[in-house]
C-alpha cells in the first residue's frame, strides 16, 4: 500500500500528470455512459412515431421507457456485489454485449409487446452501465477524478442534445428499427476497445455472498418507489410508493444487522465525508429534475407557449452546464471542493429566484434565458465535486458498494423531490379558477423549489474543504480521519 500511495501523491507535476492508461479507460467508461442516454433519449422521443407504427396506443407503448428504467432499478442494487464477484472489467464486458444484443432484439421486434419485453432485458444491462463506468474512472483517476469526471461527462451532456436530431433523421429517412440497429456496430468496437483497454482486475476480486434478504427488499422496493412516484395520481402508485418505503425500512434494519455481508454496507455512511457527499448527491439530481418539470409546465400552462417553443426556451440550462464541465477538473483544484460547490449551489439559487418574478410579472425571454444559464452553471458546480469526495473518502475495496450506494441514491433523488414539487402545484392548481390563481399557483411552487435550493446550498456546506490528495485510501468507512 505503500508504493501506491507514494505513486498517487508524488511531487509536483508528475503526481498531477495523468497516465495515458487512465484517458484509454475513461474513453471506454465515456462510449458505455453515451450509448446508455443516446439509447434512452432517442426511445424518448420517438414514442409518438412507434405508436403510430406498431398501432398501439400511446399509454401502451409508454412501456417501451418505463419498462426499461424499472429493470434498470431491479438490476442496480447488484452491481457492487457483481464486482466483487467476477470483477469490473468481465462484468462491463458482460452489460456491454448484453445491450449490444437487446439492442438488436429490439430492432427485429415484430410487435408492441417483444419491443417492450427486449426492452426490459436491455434494461437490465443497460442499468449496470452507468455506475460500471463512474466506478472504473473512480479506481483510474485517484485524486484527479474531479479533472477527468470533468472531461468524461461531457458525452453525457451532448447525447441529450443529439438524440432528437439522430432520432428525427432516423425516423424521416429510415424505418423505426434502426432505433435500436444503430447499436450495434457502436456496440461492437465498444466491445473491442473495452477488452483491449480497460485493466485486468481479476486479482482485486473478493467473492462474498449474496444478500438474497437485501436484494429482495431493495431491488423491487426500488421499482415500487420509481412506479408509485410516477402514478402518484393512481390508487396504484400511492399504494406501490408506500410499500416501497415499508420496504427500504426493512432493507435498513436489516442492512444495519449484517454489517459488511449485506447487499450494501451502511457503514459507509458513518464516514461524514461520505455522507455529505451523497446527500449533496441526493439534493442536487432532485432539484435537476424538479425544475426540469416545472419549468416546462408553467411555460406551456401559464405563458401558453407552444411545446416546441418551450424546448428551445429551455436550451440555455443545458449551455450553461456544458459551458462549466470541462473547467471542473482545475476550478475544482483551484477552489476546493466545499468552496465550489457552495458557491454553485447559491448560483443556482440565484437563477432560481427570477422564475418566482416571471411566475408573478409575467413571461420576460431574456430575464429566463439569463436565470437557466445561471442555474445550468451552478448546478454542474455541484455533482463532480460532490462525487469527487464521495470516492476519495471510501476505501479501495469498497468502490464498487459504494458506487452502487451512490448511484441509488442519485435515482431516488429525481422521483423524489419531483413527485414533491408535482404534488404541491397539483394542491396548488386544484382551486385555481382563473389566471391569476395560476399564477399564483406556480410562484408558490417556484417557491418551493428556492427552499429546496437553499437546503442543497447547506448540504454543500458539509463536504470537506479540498479535495483528498492520495485518492481512496485503505481504511474502514467508520473510521475516517480526515477532516469533514
Not at 442494487?77 to 458482460?94: E, T
Not at 458513518?270 to 408553467?298: C, D, E, R, T, W
Not at 428556492?450 to 446550498?457: E, R
Request: aromatic share 8%; glycine share 10%.
Amino acid at each position: 500500500m505503500k508504493d501506491n500511495d507514494s505513486a498517487l501523491s508524488g511531487g509536483g507535476d508528475q503526481a498531477d500528470r495523468l497516465a495515458p492508461g487512465v484517458w484509454k479507460v475513461v474513453c471506454v467508461a465515456a462510449i458505455g455512459s453515451f450509448m446508455a442516454q443516446l439509447d434512452a433519449t432517442v426511445v424518448n422521443v420517438s414514442l409518438a412515431s412507434l405508436a403510430v407504427d406498431l398501432h398501439v396506443s400511446l399509454s401502451t407503448i409508454q412501456w417501451v421507457t418505463s419498462g426499461y428504467l424499472l429493470a434498470l432499478a431491479l438490476m442496480l442494487p447488484l452491481s457492487g456485489w457483481l464486482v466483487d464477484r467476477i470483477g469490473a472489467k468481465a462484468l462491463y464486458l458482460w452489460c456491454f454485449a448484453v445491450f449490444t444484443l437487446s439492442s438488436t432484439l429490439c430492432g427485429l421486434a415484430w410487435s408492441a409487446n417483444s419491443l417492450i419485453a427486449f426492452r426490459i432485458f436491455q434494461g437490465m444491462s443497460g442499468g449496470l452501465l452507468a455506475p460500471m463506468a463512474q466506478m472504473m474512472v473512480a479506481r483510474a483517476a485517484g485524486k484527479q477524478m474531479a479533472q477527468v469526471v470533468s472531461v468524461a461527462a461531457l458525452p453525457i451532456l451532448l447525447a441529450p442534445l443529439l438524440g432528437p436530431v439522430i432520432a428525427g433523421a432516423i425516423l424521416q429517412f429510415a424505418s423505426w428499427r434502426w432505433l435500436f440497429l444503430i447499436n450495434l456496430p457502436v456496440g461492437v468496437l465498444a466491445l473491442a476497445l473495452a477488452a483491449a483497454f480497460l485493466p485486468n482486475d481479476r486479482e482485486e476480486t473478493r467473492p462474498r455472498g449474496l444478500d438474497l434478504l437485501g436484494l429482495a427488499l431493495l431491488s423491487p422496493g426500488l421499482v415500487l418507489f420509481l412506479y408509485g412516484s410516477d402514478h402518484l395520481d393512481k390508487r396504484i402508485g400511492l399504494a406501490a410508493l408506500a410499500v416501497s418505503i415499508i420496504m427500504f425500512a426493512l432493507f435498513y434494519r436489516t442492512a444495519r444487522a449484517k454489517g459488511d455481508a449485506a447487499l450494501i454496507d451502511l457503514r459507509l455512511l458513518q464516514g461524514k465525508v461520505f455522507s455529505a457527499s451523497i446527500a449533496a448527491m441526493f439534493m442536487v439530481n432532485g432539484i435537476s429534475f424538479a425544475g426540469q418539470m416545472l419549468i416546462p409546465i408553467y411555460l406551456v400552462r401559464a405563458c401558453g407557449l407552444s411545446p416546441s417553443r418551450t424546448g428551445w426556451l429551455l436550451a440555455p440550462l443545458g449551455l450553461g452546464m456544458m459551458c462549466t464541465y470541462p473547467f471542473m477538473g482545475h476550478l475544482t483544484k483551484r477552489f476546493g471542493i466545499r468552496k465550489l460547490a457552495a458557491c454553485g449551489a447559491l448560483l443556482a439559487l440565484a437563477g432560481t429566484l427570477p422564475l418566482v418574478f416571471l411566475a408573478q410579472h409575467g413571461l420576460v425571454v431574456t430575464v429566463l434565458a439569463a436565470s437557466l444559464f445561471i442555474r445550468g452553471v451552478g448546478v454542474s458546480a455541484i455533482g463532480i465535486p460532490s462525487i469527487t469526495s464521495g470516492y476519495a473518502s471510501v476505501a479501495r475495496q469498497d468502490l464498487p458498494m459504494a458506487t452502487t450506494a451512490m448511484n441509488i441514491v442519485q435515482r431516488l433523488g429525481g422521483p423524489t423531490l419531483t413527485t414533491l414539487c408535482a404534488a404541491f402545484l397539483g394542491w396548488r392548481l386544484s382551486a385555481t379558477a382563473d389566471l391569476a390563481s395560476t399564477s399564483g399557483a406556480f410562484i408558490a411552487a417556484f417557491g418551493l423549489l428556492c427552499a429546496l435550493h437553499a437546503l442543497l446550498f447547506l448540504a454543500t456546506l458539509r463536504l470537506p474543504w479540498l479535495a483528498p490528495h492520495a485518492g481512496p485510501v485503505s481504511q474502514s468507512p467508520s473510521t475516517d480521519p480526515r477532516p469533514a
